[in-house]
């Protein structure tokens, strides 16, 4: 199975600051990777994804993240974040070959003027 | 273009009642998956299936039952409510397992009194 690590569950940060929230993942087969945003009282939306190929991915919203296999990481990053940022971001992953995806307990994003 | 619907968004219960969440997606997408949403736990399984009339138990699926009678449909039915099943759920679809990621609902918020 595959399992996801958040490390941290808040981040406050100011306003055209840079952002990165860490995520960790544990798989004995290789995987996809997924970061998705959670808008308040709305659903998931993913922001990117990381299936093979370039490390680096970019997604929605000025986001992007690297894909690091040696350290199991896949942190997300953005250069400057807006008061629109502020949401709960969720990693997630997915066995290549399997058929569930694993979730972090997320990371809420809050965006100070 | 509806996506993934979720109905009802709000609903509140008393303890033994039972009821059903409902589910559908207009995309023909074969995997359905059912999360509930609580703080600091992230997002985890209740039960998911792969294509019509096949189901199977994710990592939390006591109390609930599923059924998959037509690719569109994915009903979350809770048998005996309970307090411990205060949360909100979602429902997500994704065209097979793996590299293309969900496509969540909104969300129905339950309150078990």
């Known amino acids: 199975a595959q399992s996801v690590t958040q490390l941290d569950s808040q981040v406050p940060v100011f306003e055209e600051a840079p952002v990165e929230l860490r995520c960790n993942y544990s798989?004995?087969?290789?995987?996809?990777l997924f970061w998705y945003v959670q808008y308040p009282n709305q659903g998931l939306q993913l922001l990117l994804k990381y299936l093979s190929g370039s490390t680096l991915v970019k997604g929605i919203n000025g986001f992007e993240a690297e894909f690091n296999k040696s350290q199991t990481s896949f942190h997300l990053r953005k250069p400057s974040v807006h008061i629109s940022d502020t949401a709960e971001y969720f990693c997630?992953?997915?066995?290549?070959?399997?058929?569930?995806?694993?979730f972090g307990t997320g990371t809420s994003l809050t965006v100070i003027p | 273009n509806a996506g993934v619907t979720q109905t009802p968004k709000f609903q509140v219960l008393k303890t033994g009642q039972s009821m059903t969440l409902q589910c559908a997606q207009d995309m023909n997408h074969e995997y359905m998956s059912w999360y509930r949403q609580d703080p600091g736990m992230g997002l985890r399984l209740i039960h998911y299936s792969v294509g019509a009339g096949i189901t199977d138990q994710g990592e939390v699926p006591n109390g609930y039952n599923v059924s998959r009678s037509t690719t569109e449909d994915f009903p979350l039915r809770l048998l005996s409510a309970a307090p411990s099943q205060t949360s909100v759920y979602f429902c997500a679809s994704s065209p097979r397992q793996g590299a293309h990621g969900y496509t969540f609902g909104s969300g129905t918020r339950l309150t078990v009194v």
């Open positions: 997630a992953v997915s066995a290549e070959t399997g058929n569930q995806f694993y």
């Open positions: 798989s004995s087969v290789s995987v996809y």
